[in-house]
């Protein structure tokens, strides 16, 4: 009854113009929750030192190790990896670890100028409303693709090399948070987009209905009532819906 009541008046278009930008804060505002909780869990893929771990028997206790992008961590002392003298003996294996380092923070990064201009679009003008999905959308895919080749190429690591191939070695959490990092960030792109399109269309049904609005009349000012003003008013209501 409300929303009958706020778009009594309203032409045909305007009224689909409404339900259509109504669709794309909804999105918006759904997107923002998510983009909150995509930027924790990347945040934590960084914070957490344990992309890869392990728990050795020793003795009468386990001895927990773990490997973060920055430091390793071998019965709760953690200390800097790679370190300079490891990059000295293997510059392969540390550029490659240092890659994937940079990648994860080129994903965060690429995150939190995705949420600014999200919040941007939801405050600012009419113009950034409605074309602000397609910023965010550019930059969430650079997040997806960052996280991914992170993600991908610890993967490999861990399979390849030797330094991992002794004891009980497997993907751990902070992996994991990446990992639903991108796949959020993937679903931001999706659903964003599907909306976007569906409410973007073309000017071109606006300015029909304003044609019609002047020939709907007879010269007595009365409605008109024939087939070409019917024909003209569903090509009318087509346009403003698609």
Known sequence: MAEATEI???????????????????????SLVVHAVDLTFIGASLWYPE??????????????????????????VCQRFPSDSECHQQEAFCGVWKSASFSVWTGL???????????CACFGDRFTFLGG??????????????????????????????RFRQGH???????????????????????????????????????YCSDLDSVTT????????DFYYYNRRTRRNYLACN
């Not at 113009?17 to 918006?28: D, F, G, I």
């Not at 990064?109 to 919040?119: D, N, R």
């Not at 969430?140 to 090399?161: N, R, Y």
């Not at 751990?172 to 399109?197: D, E, K, N, P, Q």
Request: proline share 1%; net charge negative.
């Open 109 to 119: 990064i690429f995150q939190m100028a995705g949420l600014l201009t999200l919040v």
């Open 51 to 76: 992309w890869f771990s392990s728990r050795v028997w020793e003795g009468p206790h386990y001895v927990y190790s773990s490997y973060g992008l920055d430091q390793k961590c071998v019965a709760g």
């Open 169 to 207: 070695w497997s993907l751990g959490r902070s992996w994991t948070f990446a990992t639903v990092g991108w796949v959020l960030s993937l679903f931001i792109i999706m659903s964003l987009t599907i909306v976007g399109l569906m409410t973007s269309g073309d000017n071109s049904g606006e300015l």
């Open 8 to 30: 009594q008046g309203l032409g045909w278009c305007e009224v689909e113009t409404t339900r259509k930008e109504r669709a794309l804060r909804v999105a918006y505002s759904v």
């Open 133 to 162: 999905w397609k910023v965010i959308a550019v930059l969430q895919a650079v997040c997806v693709s960052s996280l991914i080749f992170a993600t991908l190429t610890m993967d490999v690591i861990l399979e390849t090399s030797s």
């Open 218 to 225: 007879i010269a007595s000012g009365e409605e008109r009532d």
